[in-house]
């Protein structure tokens, strides 16, 4: 296999415009990530009734936790690849790529089962209104059915990522959404398939997008070498990656069980708050896609520079990383604060659902600030291979605050889901101050390998 994919080296030179460029690779590739769930919320609310709508909400807020959860677990494939490119050390790349696709294969398969005997039992957890629990099955269920693909993709990006590597999952999944689109235009509004017909469009397009990426890697081949027989279980090396996926994944779990409550919350004020949480989750999505894309970047970087030694040049990138992802989302956070109510209107013609969708964006707009610091710091945690810590502050943040504050001002009359929504301000402010106070601590200062 010829060696032609290019590893992108970022340990010297300058850092601002490859930073950017690179960000800019991920954002794009996540906007169209994110056109799957928006394409599905949008057409559904167009051509569909609201029970639908619901449903796609519901399902698809659960299917997010699990495909954050995934994404997260690749992540300690892009950085242990990562720390080894910049370290200088390419002879395991093969081997450690090997050990991810074996075990992300086998955790599809024990996923998929999970989640298809347990769907209606998601539903009934969730809330879902009685008039949508039948649609919301089966999307649960549809979905789970293309597990493998959404966990190969994480994979193959993760592993792109390591190699610094923005641009070829763009391409794929650039024409993967395109494919979504069209199979959400034919199966709802062609042929009236509603919730179902949009979880059927989402796997088909996650399969070719999949299938694009593979095609393009055996085509132009691994900078190492690989081999097929490499892919196989690895004690060490799959310990290697779980050390540190494994910690983000159980952080993006109960971040993600944490907004699965309070959408339970939500769903008891009925079908049309249900739907504006779903449509103001799918805006959402959009508006962190700034703070998100640097935390990945962040992470590429920080791992090279770690792997390195130059950890004087990683915390630079963090500082870079932090000013510019804050003034691009003050320009997002002002525009969602202020449009909510026409951006909603993309989604749906109900006034009533654009309402309270508007009502829950308002209060992430200000969110949206407030994460472009604490994205950045865990971008530069996560490149370091702290994990643990990234860990314990998320767990602080999602229970020991987000949720109970949720509950607490669900109750406050006139209950609105403005209200409710500015628990996540609130808990990214003290999640803000532990990361900042916890990199300026002594024991932190170098971070030159020791603890987590």
């Known amino acids: 296999m010829s060696s032609q994919l290019e590893v992108k080296n970022y340990t010297e030179g300058p850092i601002i415009m490859p930073l950017v460029k690179f960000t800019g690779l991920i954002m794009s590739t996540m906007i169209i990530q994110m056109l799957y769930g928006a394409a599905d919320m949008l057409i559904v609310g167009r051509y569909s009734t609201p029970d639908n709508v619901s449903a796609v909400s519901t399902g698809s807020q659960l299917m997010m936790a699990l495909t954050m959860v995934i994404a997260e677990l690749s992540m300690g494939t892009t950085v242990v690849l990562g720390q080894r490119i910049g370290g200088g ?13 074996f075990f992300f294969l086998l955790l599809a398969a024990v996923l998929t089962v999970v989640m298809l005997a347990c769907a209606p039992a998601a539903s009934r957890l969730l809330n879902a209104p009685p008039e949508a629990f039948e649609g919301t099955v089966s999307y649960i269920r549809i979905c789970s059915a ?17 190699l610094g590597d923005a641009k070829m999952p763009l391409v794929a999944v650039s024409i993967a959404g395109t494919a979504n689109i069209a199979g959400d235009l034919l199966l709802v509004c062609g042929w009236d398939m509603g919730a179902e ?10 399969a070719l997008s999949v299938l694009i990426t593979t095609f393009i890697i055996r085509r132009k081949g691994l900078p190492f070498p690989f081999e097929r027989s490499m892919i196989r279980y690895s004690r060490s090396l799959t310990a290697g990656i779980l050390r ?7 952080h993006d779990f109960l971040v993600g069980v944490s907004f699965l409550i309070i959408l339970g919350i939500v769903n008891r004020f009925g079908v049309t708050a249900s739907a504006g949480m779903g449509i103001a989750e ?5 508006i962190m896609l700034c703070p998100s894309s640097f935390s990945q970047s962040t992470a590429t970087f920080v791992a090279q520079n770690f792997g390195a030694g ?5 915390r630079t990138v963090l500082r870079l990383a932090i000013g510019i992802s804050f003034c691009c989302s003050c320009v997002i956070g002002c525009l969602s604060f202020i449009g909510g109510m026409q951006l909603s209107s993309i989604f749906s013609p109900d006034l009533q659902i654009c309402k309270a969708s508007s009502d829950y964006l308002r209060a992430y707009a200000i969110d949206c600030l407030l994460t472009s610091f604490l994205f950045c710091y865990i971008g530069f945690l996560n490149g370091c291979g702290r994990t643990g810590f990234v860990l314990l502050q998320g767990v602080i943040g999602a229970f020991a605050l987000r949720v ?16 409710i929504a500015l628990a996540a301000p609130c808990t990214t402010v003290i999640q803000n101050i532990i990361c900042h106070f916890y990199l300026r601590s002594p024991g932190q200062h170098r971070l030159d390998g020791s603890g987590s």
């Open 310 to 314: 130059r950890i004087s040049r990683a």
């Open 404 to 419: 109970p504050l949720s509950v607490l001002f669900s109750m406050i009359e006139p209950g609105s889901l403005f209200t």
């Open 282 to 286: 799918k805006i959402i999505g959009f």
């Open 89 to 101: 050390d390419r002879d395991r790349c093969g081997k450690i790529i090997g050990a991810a696709l």
């Open 146 to 162: 293309g597990l493998i693909f959404i966990t190969l993709y994480s994979v193959q990006g993760g592993i792109l990522r390591g």
């Open 244 to 250: 540190i996926g494994a910690p983000l994944a159980i």
């Open 197 to 206: 017909g949009a979880a059927w469009a989402t796997v088909a397009s996650q």
